[in-house]
Nanobody
Framework: QVQLVESGGGLVQAGGSLRLSCAAS????????MGWYRQAPGKQRELVAG???????NYADSVKGRFTISRDNAKNTVYLQMNSLEPEDTGVYYC?????????????WGQGTQVTVSS
């Protein structure tokens, strides 16, 4: 099994910044694509940003130019730098990992971290 631990959420005013981190731990795994998703109250979970093992990235249109996803493979960690935050960015942010665990493809979710942007 692989565990994902997220950190960095909190309360921030509109226009502010936050940096989320997600660290993966476990045995016998290799990381492929990693992503950040968010879920606002009453809405479906949506993709915010993704990054492949080679470093290619993709973003939701709503966050392009404001958010940056990155990864440190040596630390098994993915980051989400969020700038110019807007109240619409409020939600629970979840880390997601596509991995191979002892050679078997698997998908994992973190427990989520709350991001609240006040106007």
């Amino acid at each position: 099994q692989v565990q994902l631990v997220e950190s960095g959420g909190g309360l921030v005013q509109a226009g502010g910044s936050l940096r989320l981190s997600c660290a993966a731990s476990g045995r016998g795994f290799s990381m492929n694509r990693m992503g950040w998703y968010r879920q606002a109250p009453g809405k479906q979970r949506e993709l915010v940003a993704g990054i492949t093992s080679g470093g290619s990235t993709n973003y939701a249109d709503s966050v392009k130019g404001r958010f940056t996803i990155s990864r440190d493979n040596a630390k098994n960690t993915v980051y989400l730098q969020m700038n110019s935050l807007e109240p619409e960015d409020t939600g629970v942010y979840y880390c997601n990992l596509d991995a191979r665990v002892w050679g078997v493809s698997s998908n994992f979710w973190g427990q989520g971290t709350q991001v609240t942007v006040s106007s």
